[in-house]
């Protein structure tokens, strides 16, 4: 069985930062990070897959936001600087068991879709003020 929780969520000015960490257990090799605000589809925002590969940003937070894991891959973390006030969401952690393989050219694209993963966490609240 695959947990998750969420934690480090907060309000922020704009310009400052903000660390989101995930706590995970079970049978994983991916951790993602998703976005979504009132009335929008849920947006893959970071991923990291364990085995290798470097990390997966969407082109909205790429240089600003840095997706990091402790050596345990029993956290994972959503380093965020430089926020924006459209930064401002619902910051949720997901995690599964991804065969890159099986994607083909195409898992950098899928590991940012929320539709992949299977397993999710509550949520934190980011807050970004102008």
């Known amino acids: 069985q695959v947990q998750l929780a969420e934690s480090g969520g907060g309000s922020v000015q704009a310009g400052e930062s903000l660390t989101l960490s995930c706590a995970v257990s079970?049978?994983?090799?991916?951790v993602g990070w998703f976005r979504q605000i009132p009335s929008k589809q849920r947006e893959g925002v970071a991923a990291?897959?364990?085995?290798?590969?470097?990390?997966f940003y969407s082109d909205s937070v790429k240089g600003r936001f840095t997706i990091s894991r402790d050596s345990a891959r029993t956290k994972v973390f959503l380093q965020m600087t430089s926020l924006k006030p459209e930064d401002t969401a619902m910051y949720y952690c997901?995690?599964?068991?991804?065969?890159?393989?099986?994607?083909?050219?195409?898992?950098?694209?899928?590991?940012?879709?929320?539709?992949?993963?299977?397993?999710w966490g509550q949520g934190t609240q980011v807050t970004v003020s102008s």
């Open positions: 079970g049978d994983i090799n991916s």
């Open positions: 997901a995690a599964d068991y991804f065969d890159p393989e099986q994607y083909g050219g195409s898992w950098p694209i899928y590991v940012l879709h929320p539709g992949e993963w299977d397993n």
């Open positions: 990291i897959y364990f085995p290798s590969g470097p990390p």
